[in-house]
């Protein structure tokens, strides 16, 4: 079993809805969670992280995270077609500095 | 600004060639890593070092070596690819102290081993 755990999509959502993406992961040990943006033929680029249950908020994205259930989301609010890419989410886990373990990462497309 | 750069966007080697691919950062980050990308799979974590000669391997280090000399670069070593080794290849640096820290990637080596 991965350790983080991504459904590949494509999830498709029209403009101006919120697309929601969801991430589990198995190591309960794990303390920071983050999400990248990937879009097509570029490098990884942080949208945010959390590290406390709950929701955070910035700009249009919200992180949620629920330690028990063992699983953090990212929602986009006002989706545009600039947001289409691939979402990263990725785990650090206690005591491992800064190695990040990654999901296979979730394709959004949204649809003018 | 911040910097990653890597020495190749793309590259074509042959079987048995012995590849470097090079990482350099501007941001005296302590911490440094090598991730391969494949679909499907996400990023594997083949290296990462956190100081100045100073290395731990990650989820696939089989087949790979690296090379850490001075603190801003980072160099993976293919000694003698093979086709399974085409990939993606994805460096990045970290300040070091905090897990919340941000993991800042270069723009990718595209490898083709023929």
């Known amino acids: 079993q991965k350790e983080v755990e991504q459904n590949s999509g494509p999830l498709s959502v029209p403009e101006g809805a919120i697309a929601s993406l969801n991430c589990t992961y198995s190591?309960?040990?794990?303390?920071?969670f983050f999400w990248y943006r990937q879009y097509s033929g570029k490098s990884p680029e942080l949208i945010m992280f959390?590290?406390?249950?709950g929701d955070k908020e910035d700009g249009r994205f919200t992180a949620q995270l629920n330690k028990a259930s063992q699983y953090v989301s990212l929602l986009i609010r006002d989706s545009q077609p600039s947001d289409s890419a691939t979402y990263l989410c990725?785990?650090?886990?206690?005591?491992?500095?800064?190695?990040?373990?990654f999901g296979g990462g979730t394709r959004l497309m949204v649809k003018p | 600004d911040v910097k990653v750069t890597q020495s190749s966007r793309y590259l074509v080697k042959r079987t048995g060639e012995k590849v470097f691919l090079e990482c350099v950062q501007d941001?005296?980050?302590?911490?440094m890593f090598w991730y391969r990308q494949d679909p499907g799979l996400g990023l594997r974590l083949i290296y990462f070092?956190?100081?100045?000669?100073?290395?731990e391997k990650g989820d696939i280090p089989e087949g790979y070596s690296v090379s850490r000399e001075k603190k801003e670069r980072f160099s993976l070593i293919l000694e003698s690819a093979s086709t399974n080794q085409t990939s993606m290849y994805l460096c990045?640096?970290?300040?070091?102290?905090?897990?919340?820290?941000?993991?800042?990637f270069g723009p990718g080596t595209r490898l083709t081993v023929l």
């Open positions: 990725a785990v650090n886990i206690y005591n491992a500095g800064n190695m990040l373990t």
């Open positions: 190591d309960r040990g794990s303390q920071s």
């Open positions: 959390i590290y406390s249950n």
């Open positions: 941001m005296d980050h302590e911490n």
């Open positions: 070092s956190y100081d100045v000669k100073m290395k």
């Open positions: 990045a640096s970290a300040r070091a102290g905090s897990p919340n820290n941000e993991q800042f």
